[in-house]
T-cell receptor, first 111, second 118 residues
Framework: DAGVTQSPTHLIKTRGQQVTLRCSPKSGHDTVSWYQQALGQGPQFIFQ???????QRGNFPDRFSGHQFPNYSSELNVNALLLGDSALYLCASSTNNYEQYFGPGTRLTVT | AQKITQTQPGMFVQEKEAVTLDCTYD???????LFWYKQPSSGEMIFLIYQGSYDEQNATEGRYSLNFQKARKSANLVISASQLGDSAMYFCAMREADLSGGYQKVTFGTGTKLQVIP
């Protein structure tokens, strides 16, 4: 049983560019949440997707957007990248709002 | 105000000894859940243990137990018989219900770095 997978593993982008991160949830899970974890900090909630709709959103600007597909996989898009967007981006999947299983993360570096 | 407070940035423990990692939380909800996650240097968040606010007994999972004191709003993680592989960051997190009674975001603390000494 595959767990949560994320791609790519690492990514280097330049300020002002756009990036798309991908997440496939654990089998049987229908809810995907995205988190940003800056170095030395705890993860910060970005948003959550359920039934292809954004259900909850944290305190992040509109530059951060997402999508969930019918197979429950999800994308996180960040536009107009800033240096401060450099972080580990974690995807977590769950069902019935219980235990969240996290993926290995995508490490984004903005130069 | 911080929703989740972890006051120990770093902890050391001797191998085979027990260690307690502190976590206090702040919520006005009656229904909430508390989690502990382990994050090794590889970056992946590993679920350890869960305690629901209505659970009367403290949660246990193998060498992990959660010392849940609701009145004090604390949810400390106890790791018994520490192993070298326990060296990692540990995060306490809380899930609260939103206004519609559905699921809301999970809020994480700032973490405690545990180092197990041989």
């Amino acid at each position: 049983d595959a767990g949560v997978t994320q791609s790519p593993t690492h990514l280097i982008k330049t300020r002002g560019q756009q990036v798309t991160l991908r997440c496939s949830p654990k089998s049987g899970h229908d809810t995907v949440s995205w988190y940003q974890q800056a170095l030395g900090q705890g993860p910060q909630f970005i948003f959550q997707y359920y039934e292809e709709e954004e259900r909850q959103r944290g305190n992040f600007p509109d530059r951060f957007s997402g999508h969930q597909f019918p197979n429950y996989s999800s994308e996180l898009n960040v536009n107009a990248l800033l240096l401060g967007d450099s972080a580990l981006y974690l995807c977590a999947s769950s069902t019935n709002n219980y235990e969240q299983y996290f993926g290995p993360g995508t490490r984004l570096t903005v130069t | 105000a911080q929703k989740i407070t972890q006051t120990q940035p770093g902890m050391f423990v001797q191998e085979k000894e027990a260690v307690t990692l502190d976590c206090t939380y702040d919520t006005s909800d009656q229904s909430y859940g508390l989690f502990w996650y382990k994050q090794p240097s590889s970056g992946e968040m590993i679920f350890l243990i869960y305690q629901g606010s209505y659970d009367e007994q403290n949660a246990t999972e193998g060498r992990y137990s959660l010392n849940f004191q609701k009145a004090r709003k604390s949810a400390n993680l106890v790791i018994s018989a520490s192993q070298l592989g326990d060296s990692a960051m540990y995060f306490c997190a809380m899930r609260e219900a939103d206004l519609s009674g559905g699921y809301q975001k999970v809020t994480f603390g700032t973490g405690t770095k545990l180092q197990v000494i041989p």
